[in-house]
């Protein structure tokens, strides 16, 4: 090579400080992630319904089991989403029950999928008897009937909030995350570039976070987004039994008071449909934005 | 030294661990610096495990591995592993499957420069890697800043062995490292691998050609089944093989002017007329050892039964 170095190409000109450094290909995914329609649809989807949750409650002057309007009332300028058979507001419920939801699934979710991932990953990359231990428990757990637990445990503590409830949660529903992981982890691992990082000199929780996970990162955000689901789903559950947090309000809550007054058979649509759809509409924005993040990530997807 | 004592290797198969499967069985022989060693065997006969056993890939059934003194199976901990890898590197067999197809393909050297050479600056690194591109006859303008499958088989081939030439190792396991390179680059491949050797590396050339085999190499040692069933030096091995596995392997090297049915016929013809009685003849129903007899002078040959068919 002469001492001369070429002239940049323009074209590849933002690629080509990536090749230099480490830190490289999380910028360029997120180069690919900025352009990606899928993505930008689904995050903007899932932050308006979280800032919802977070700048709304805050401005409203009553409380969401407050009653002090007529009941029943369809949405209207005064009552955006209506009002219950007890006269509260429908938007104020609603508001707060976003912030419970994301609560339960942020937490109840990121529980799960921490545990269930950091098991998944361990087994499948050392297998051999940690493999099999980890087996056990994950087996164990998973015959655990989850809700009967739940509704036990809930039924005997007495100060229960919405954070107790996702931890509880999160605590049980991992499983199936960790043995969904563990089979990715273990055939990625027989793949000769892991043997390749090792020949490197990289450390094993290295190979893990920087060379298996990142071969599965759509499939780690997929198992993210159904456990945030399950979390959501399972609150509801808990909620619509009257196992709910003794203290405040959650988009399950709303749709069980709904049923247990008679909303369906009323006709008083306002009632379950906003709290019915806000849960369908979170859990699916965030799909859509799995689907984004697939052709970030996989280089192969970006071309077509 | 790369020293191979009895090593045998056992791989667990099928459900619940039940069933085993012994690729290799009492392999011994050695990879001394400045000496290429070839391995050959047919499909299947353990080759790939013997080399990923030195690089402590796989772990060693029973028997020992010793490089330079030090039994590899006792290096434990990151940190005497990082010391070996330093000293000892591989080329795996298929290129594909050695890069991770999320990353661009010169995140290999990205990875010795962060896990060998943190302090080396960017400008200096560069040249660095440029440097063993050139020796492997790549392009670092084509090669640089793409993904595996962006590349062929041959490049990412190259690439990691300029990979390996990163480090200053004293030996190299080259796994079918010029299977997917074509007759002209082979060639320069062949005299990089003759140039590291001069200059002291002691280089375990694994292969199924034999005419690779002979080309490069001071010693040879033939497997068949997991076994060593002849190995030495090779202008002896290739000029007077002993074992019928090994000769059967010589002719079936295809000739323009012959069929194969005539080659066998004439092999057989050979074997039945030769009636002497070697010392590395076994008697009827006597077991085949797995210690291998000198024949000449650095030239050994497994035991077999004489008139038996491979
Ligand atoms: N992880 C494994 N588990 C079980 N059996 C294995 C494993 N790896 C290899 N084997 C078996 O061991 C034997 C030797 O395999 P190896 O890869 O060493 O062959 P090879 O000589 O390199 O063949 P090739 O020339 O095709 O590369 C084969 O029969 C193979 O099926
Ligand atoms: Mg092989």
Redesign the interface.
């Known amino acids: ?1 002469t001492a001369a170095q ?1 002239l940049p190409d323009p074209t ?1 000109a933002a ?2 400080p ?3 450094t ?1 830190e490289a ?1 999380q910028r360029e995914a997120l180069y690919f992630a900025l352009r990606n329609p899928k993505l930008i649809v689904g995050l903007s989807i899932v932050l308006l319904f979280l800032l919802v949750g977070l700048v709304v409650p805050p401005l409203l002057e009553h409380g969401p089991n407050e009653r002090y309007a007529p009941p029943l009332l369809p949405p209207s300028g005064e009552h955006w989403f209506g009002t219950t058979q007890f006269g509260q507001d429908l938007f104020t419920q609603f508001a707060y029950g976003i912030r419970a939801t994301f609560l339960v699934g942020l937490l109840g979710g990121g529980i799960a999928a921490v545990i269930g991932m950091t098991i998944g990953f361990v087994a499948g990359y050392k297998g051999g008897w940690v493999d099999e231990v980890l087996n056990m428990l994950t087996n164990v757990v998973l015959v655990l009937p989850t809700l009967a637990v739940l509704f036990i445990i809930a039924a005997y503590v007495d100060s229960y909030s919405v954070t107790t409830q996702s931890f509880f949660i999160g605590m049980t529903s991992w499983p199936w995350a960790a043995r969904a992981v563990r089979s990715q982890a273990l055939s990625l691992s027989s ?3 892991v ?10 929780w290295k190979i893990i976070v920087r ?1 298996i996970a ?2 599965m ?1 759509s499939y780690l955000f997929m198992t993210f987004i159904l456990l945030f689901g399950g979390a959501v789903l399972a609150a509801a559950g808990l909620d619509f039994v009257g196992l709910g947090p003794s203290d405040g309000m959650s988009l399950g809550l709303i749709m069980h008071q709904a049923v247990k007054w008679g909303a369906l058979q009323l006709g008083v649509w306002w009632w379950f449909v906003p709290p019915g759809l806000g849960i369908t509409a979170i859990v699916g924005a965030m799909y859509i934005m799995n689907v984004g993040l697939d052709e970030v ?4 997807l970006r071309e077509m | 030294m790369l020293k191979f004592d009895r090593v045998t290797k056992v791989y667990k198969v099928g459900a619940f661990g039940g069933g085993s499967f012994t690729a290799v069985r009492e392999a011994s022989f050695e990879v001394r610096p400045g000496e290429v060693v070839s391995l050959i065997g047919e499909s299947g006969s353990g080759k790939s495990t013997l080399g ?1 056993m030195a ?1 402590r ?1 796989a772990s060693v059934s029973s028997g020992t591995i010793t490089c330079d003194g030090t039994d590899v199976s006792t290096l434990r901990g ?1 940190r005497r ?2 010391e070996y ?2 000293k000892v ?2 080329v ?1 067999q ?1 290129p594909f ?8 393909a ?3 050297f ?3 420069r ?3 050479h943190p302090g080396v600056s ?1 400008a200096e690194w ?1 040249d660095k890697v ?1 440097d063993a591109l ?1 020796v492997v006859r790549l392009d ?2 084509q090669v ?2 793409k ?1 595996p ?1 962006q590349l062929s088989g041959g490049q990412l081939q190259r690439m ?1 062995l300029a990979r390996a030439l990163l480090l200053d190792i004293d030996y190299l396991v080259a796994d079918e490292v010029i299977s997917m390179l074509d007759a002209s680059t082979r060639i320069d491949v062949l005299n990089l691998l003759a140039d590291l050797k001069a200059r002291g590396m002691g280089i375990l050339f694994v292969t199924h050609d034999l005419a690779l085999g002979n080309y490069i190499s001071d010693q040879t040692v033939i497997l068949h089944r997991g076994e060593i069933v002849e190995r030495g030096v090779t202008s002896k091995v290739f000029a007077d093989p002993r074992h019928p596995y090994t000769k059967k392997l010589f002719a079936s090297v295809p000739q323009f002017h012959k069929k194969w049915d005539e080659v066998e016929a004439e092999l057989r013809a050979r074997e039945a007329a030769d009636t002497s009685s070697q010392p590395y003849h076994l008697a009827e129903g006597q077991a085949v050892p797995s210690e291998l007899v000198e024949v000449t002078e650095g030239h050994y040959v497994q035991p077999f039964h004489p008139r038996a068919a491979v």
């Open positions: 090579m070429p590849t690629e080509e990536a090749a230099a480490p290909p793949r000769d570039f043997d390749l990082a090792r020949l490197s000199g990289v450390r094993t060379d990142p071969n990162s990530f996989n280089p192969k | 990923k690089l890939i990151h592993l990082k890898y330093r590197q591989g795996f298929d499957s050695s890069y991770n197809p999320v990353f661009k010169d995140r290999v990205a990875m010795i962060s896990e060998y960017d560069r440029a050139k670092p303008d640089l800043g993904y499958h990691l």
